[in-house]
């Protein structure tokens, strides 16, 4: 069932249940444009579209997340909008919902806008209505604020030229870790032609960057960079297969970021959605999994670990109980303990419990003073991991003598981890 002639409200209800499961709309790195000033405040209720995310400092902002159609030609398994799905069917004329952020962000609902869609036409039909969409916000509507787009695999490089001046992200979502998993769960997917979409962004981003060394009038192109998703749990690979993906996509394509999503079993009753065979039979999302790869995720980008370090073939897969950082110092005790007062940046970083902040106060704060452990942990160090890996000035709260041990008392102090920040360990 197809209509554009649907009141607003309940197309806002239908495309953004339909844009729930994309991960990857976090606004980390825009220093935003000039925005107008948003009215509101205390107590209203959270429009439907509306998801909170979070900066790269930590700022939970709000951002209107909703599908620009939610038709598409794609028959991927694990998503709600698949073609077999008999699920209501409608789309936003660009007017719409260009008129829709601008109400939302002048009554202070939203802070940016995350714009995607469902493959409806070809490649290039679908990227022409979000580049107008974004257009007509920033040059007709004077809006300022963050705009995060969804590249579509397969347009052409001037549409994706384009897109990276209205928008401050691009995304391109690569969804399952290998070709084999794509073929069976979304055959009308490409890999390459996924990367090749990661691939043009990067180039045009670094050919910009270049030209606006050269001329200061050179516009910004996607100045928060690209990010993608990886679904969990969905196909059959392990932690190790995911981790090494995300480090080689940080190294060729310079992501900004890796989003993991656990795959969450659909609904199917009175939803109008079939089960498909080709999924896994789980009764909720792998929410620790996830929460451990984001962890894993962390060390590569400002821990400096490698994929290689993180897991190894005969250890393919995350540690529930505790976090990877720990469970790679576990597993070379034969590094620690390390003198906070003598070790670098690069040594400090590799304790359990001392985080890149905590590091960098640590050798801002012993250039002038002697440490204590209690004044470490006003430096931010979680005192409850770091002690089985350090000394101070040669002194141990706990030695790092046995595995089995330190990890039976931090397992018992974590739990299933998803309490834990993260950021600090």
């Not at 359990?352 to 006003?378: D, M, N, Y």
């Amino acid at each position: 069932m197809y209509s554009i002639y649907m009141d607003l409200a309940e197309k806002i209800n239908i495309l953004a249940f339909a844009a729930k499961y994309d991960a990857s709309c976090a606004s980390s790195g825009s220093e935003g444009r000039a925005s107008g000033s948003g009215t509101g405040g205390l107590g209203y209720r959270m429009p439907a579209g509306i998801c909170h995310s979070w900066t790269g400092d930590g700022r939970c902002v709000s951002l209107l997340k909703v599908l620009f159609s939610n038709v598409c030609r794609y028959d991927c398994a694990y998503c709600v909008n698949r073609a077999s799905n008999d699920i209501p069917r409608t789309a936003f004329t660009v007017d719409e919902l260009v008129n829709l952020t601008i109400e939302f962000y002048r009554r202070n609902y939203i802070e940016g806008l995350f714009l995607s869609s469902g493959i409806f036409a070809d490649p290039d039909i679908v990227m022409e209505q979000l580049i107008k969409t974004a257009k007509k916000l920033r040059t007709e509507a004077g809006y300022g604020g963050y705009i995060h787009m969804k590249i579509i695999p397969g347009t052409g490089d001037a549409y994706i030229k384009e897109a990276g001046l209205w928008a401050d992200r691009l995304s391109a979502n690569i969804e399952l870790p290998t070709d084999k998993s794509l073929r069976h769960l979304a055959p009308q997917k490409s890999g390459k032609v996924i990367l090749g979409a990661m691939n043009d962004v990067n180039s045009t981003s670094l050919q910009y960057a270049e030209d606006r060394r050269r001329i200061r009038a050179t516009p910004s192109f996607a100045p928060s960079g690209q990010s993608t998703q990886l679904i969990v749990g969905a196909s059959e690979e392990d932690d190790r297969q995911i981790i090494h993906l995300s480090g080689a996509l940080y190294k060729k394509y310079n992501l900004k970021r890796v989003y993991y999503s656990a795959f969450m079993p659909l609904e199917t009753k009175g939803r109008g959605l079939s089960k498909d065979s080709r999924l896994p039979d789980i009764s909720g999302p792998p929410l620790v999994r996830e929460h451990r790869l984001y962890q894993a995720d962390w060390l590569l980008r400002f821990y400096h670990f490698s994929s290689e370090e993180i897991l190894s073939p005969e250890n393919p897969f995350l540690d529930s109980q505790i976090d990877p950082k720990t469970a790679w110092a576990l597993h070379h005790l034969d590094r620690f303990p390390i003198e906070i007062h003598s070790a670098d940046y690069e040594a400090l970083l590799r304790i359990p419990g001392v985080g890149a902040t905590s590091a960098r106060r640590i050798i801002e704060q012993r250039r002038s003073r002697s440490l204590t452990f209690e004044g470490l942990k006003r430096l931010g160090v979680v005192i409850k991991r770091a002690r089985y890996f350090m000394t101070l000035s040669g002194s141990f709260l706990d030695r790092p003598d046995d595995p089995k041990r330190i990890r039976r008392l931090i397992a018992d102090t974590d739990g299933a981890g998803l309490q834990l920040p993260l950021f600090d360990f």
